[in-house]
């Protein structure tokens, strides 16, 4: 007897004939169809952005499992762990919890090296996004909110890894607290208070404690609300994109988001979480067991902080020993303040940049094409001044090891480190502008003669050209050079006098376009319809020469066939 067997559907299309019924399956399915037909250019910088989302997500899990294992405690237990080289030693809670989760709990030292190595990971992910953003102009209007965001985030990441350092409690971190005990209460008035407020006392305090809530608490919830808000702001603003072929400020050249771009970030977000795993899983970070629990007392020789506060360490460093006066009853510590300020001052630049290169320009359109760092020869050459400035100070965090390594003099070193950071930013400002505009100049020659093609000719007359090759018009909107802009004026106001600031604006804004060249039009530039041409110099005697190369190879090909015949 035949039965009639229908074929029954899955539970996942059932599932989506309910959804699809309710109203938040209607807007996801209205969501999911907008993604589909929204165009997202491609660029291998996109890659940072990706990375740092996948260090987001690893610290996020590792993270939420060592919670459940770590004592966040300041109070004093002796050892008895299978790490017999500290059998007996006196430590804290935070840091036994940290060696249990090392040699006692299963892949707990794979976790606690993946969470590390992502921290660290994360702030250079951060950092390489910023710098495509300032050097192609992404900052521009409508994104300014943006890049305050994304420079949110770098914060956020230097606070979580920070307060990270110090949990362990082991010597290193216990040194990093110390040198932190005596920045904070270098600070006139308030560093007192401070230090008691951040310590809970006298150092150590309970420092572990008052850190915990921060790592674990209000650096995710920062992280989370601004990666939400940046991609919020990314799914209003259309994306910006470099010049090319078809693109324009209305129209995006790309990929649509569904299912393409989807694929290949969800591709990289695996490639780059499966290379954190691997590094955590070869390469040794953080060994505490032989750094030794913390002692207020001791202190590690040579000792080094995270990367990514090399640049704090290495402020401190480049003050002049004995910089303080009296002033109020006070004691004022220059060797404290100065560092603070410089730094802050630094930070304080690169988050409002792009408000301040609106001011100097007068340039309050909205940019959806991005710039070629070429094409805008001063925003590059700050940026490459501050990225100086930035390594300096770095650098001279790490003076001492230099010193020891290349058998120098600390003083020595610390003196190069000085005159590098306050000539090195002058220095790279002045050739890095040189430089951009020598490249936009040769863009210009190869726009107006073409590419050289390495082909000599030899005319009737004896003379030898060279013979170059069009540009390709794809090429064209790569090479067509910096738009036309023009200094800003400054304005009278309503009394007819000029005020202070309009003067300052119109200086900066002259210095800001100084040199700049003006952009060549398409029908100037030698296209693949225009044929081959020689010369390059620009001139009319390189025209005429290109224009008896043609001749000439017209002529010898005629021979030829003549011979052939």
Known sequence: MSVDRRPRTSFTTRASRVLSGTSAGRRA?????????????LHWTNMFGVVALACILVVFVTGFVLMFVYTPSSTRVTYDGPYLPLAGAEMSKAMRSTLRISFEFPGGLLLRQAHHWAGL???AAIMLQLAVTFFTGAFRRPRRLSWLLLFGLLI???LGGW???????????????????????????????????????EFPGRIIENLYPIHVAVVPVLLVVLLAARWRSAYVTKPAQFAGPGRTEDRIVGVPVLPDLAARAGGLLAIATG?????????????????????????SAGSQPDWYTGFLDGALRLVPPGWEFEWLGRTWTLAILIPLAVVGLFLLAIAVYPFVEEWVTGDHRDHHLLDRPRNEPTRTGIGVAGILFYASLWGAGSADLVATHFHLTVESVVAAYQVLVVLGPIVAFVVTRRVCLALQKRDRDILLHGYESGRIVRLPGGEYV???GSVDADELPRLAGPAAAYSYQARPDENGRLRLTERLRSALSRVYFEDRLEPVSPAGALTGGEGDGAGGAGDDDSDDAGGRADEAMARSGTTRAAGAA
């Open 466 to 468: 060279e013979v170059h």
């Open 275 to 299: 290379a954190i795993v691997l590094l955590a899983a070869t390469v040794t970070i953080s060994p505490i067991w032989l750094y030794g629990p913390s002692s207020p007392g001791d202190a």
């Open 156 to 158: 956020t990441a230097l």
């Open 163 to 201: 307060s990270g350092y110090a949990l362990p409690d082991d010597m290193l971190s216990g040194t990093g607290l110390r040198i932190v005990e005596g920045i904070v209460l270098g600070i006139p008035v308030v560093g007192t208070w401070l230090s008691a407020l951040l310590f809970g006392g």
């Open 121 to 123: 990971l994360l702030p």
């Open 29 to 41: 399915s209205t969501f999911a169809e907008e993604l589909r037909g929204r165009r997202v250019p």
